[in-house]
């Protein structure tokens, strides 16, 4: 597996704050503890280039990555439970969908939902979104390395049978940050989406 060229360009509290970078941009999104920097730190094959912390919440600002100088990678903060303020939580929803709504150069959304529990109220409210603002999202199942295969398998039917009527919908696909399982795939679905 080859590590990818990937730089921390800048962290942002604020629209005014995006970088105004001229590259097609993937947006990792999800609730709170779902996993989002492992995965980036997975794809990039780097430890610490995202920040991981066993507290949920831990991304407060959207982090931008430039990789390979290809393409954009933007961590977003969680959505719902964290350990903070509702208030503070508030601030991270508009902060996400200011992003989501008004970012010209998104290219795709990873959508990521914990493969271990059924899709959350928040999961299937950012699925819909998604959809009826016409956003290209791919949904990624993660921690699969915690489940066994016969509940993958179910989880993933679930999710697919739930897109099935989906137009935006790019795919289901399964991912280890432990092990990289589904690295690849995802990979280049990417690489499909910003070209």
Same mark, same amino acid.
């Given at each position: 597996? =080859?590590?990818?060229?990937?730089?921390?360009?800048?962290?942002?509290?604020?629209?005014?704050?995006?970088? +105004?970078?001229?590259?097609?941009?993937?947006?990792?999104?999800?609730?709170?503890?779902?996993?989002?920097?492992?995965?980036?730190?997975?794809?990039?094959?780097?430890?610490?280039?995202?920040?991981?912390?066993?507290?949920?919440? /831990?991304?407060?600002?959207? +982090?931008?990555?430039?990789?390979?100088? /290809?393409?954009?990678?933007?961590?977003?903060?969680?959505?719902?439970?964290?350990?903070?303020?509702?208030?503070?939580?508030?601030?991270?929803? =508009?902060? +996400?969908?200011?992003? #989501?709504?008004?970012?010209?150069?998104?290219?795709?959304?990873?959508?990521?939902?914990?493969?271990?529990?059924?899709?959350?109220?928040?999961?299937?409210?950012?699925?819909?979104?998604?959809?009826?603002?016409? =956003? =290209?999202?791919?949904?990624?199942?993660?921690?699969?390395?915690?489940?066994? /295969?016969?509940?993958?398998?179910?989880?993933?039917?679930? #999710?697919?049978?739930?897109?099935?009527?989906?137009?935006?919908?790019?795919?289901?696909?399964?991912?280890?940050?432990?092990?990289?399982?589904?690295?690849?795939?995802?990979?280049?679905?990417?690489?499909?989406?910003?070209?």
């Amino acid at each position: 597996m =080859k590590q990818l060229n990937a730089e921390f360009v800048k962290s942002a509290a604020k629209y005014e704050q995006f970088p +105004n970078l001229n590259l097609p941009e993937v947006a990792f999104s999800g609730r709170s503890n779902v996993g989002k920097s492992s995965l980036i730190n997975s794809i990039i094959l780097r430890r610490n280039l995202a920040l991981v912390s066993s507290t949920p919440g /831990k991304t407060k600002l959207i +982090n931008f990555f430039s990789v390979e100088n /290809k393409w954009t990678c933007a961590d977003l903060p969680g959505f719902g439970f964290a350990s903070v303020s509702k208030e503070q939580r508030e601030v991270w929803r =508009k902060l +996400n969908f200011e992003y #989501l709504e008004k970012r010209q150069n998104l290219k795709l959304i990873c959508a990521l939902v914990d493969s271990r529990h059924d899709p959350t109220d928040t999961d299937l409210a950012l699925i819909e979104w998604y959809e009826h603002n016409d =956003k =290209k999202f791919l949904i990624i199942l993660t921690k699969v390395d915690k489940i066994n /295969k016969k509940l993958l398998e179910e989880r993933t039917k679930q #999710l697919k049978t739930l897109v099935s009527e989906c137009k935006n919908a790019v795919d289901v696909i399964a991912y280890s940050a432990k092990t990289n399982q589904g690295r690849d795939e995802l990979l280049a679905i990417i690489k499909k989406n910003i070209n």
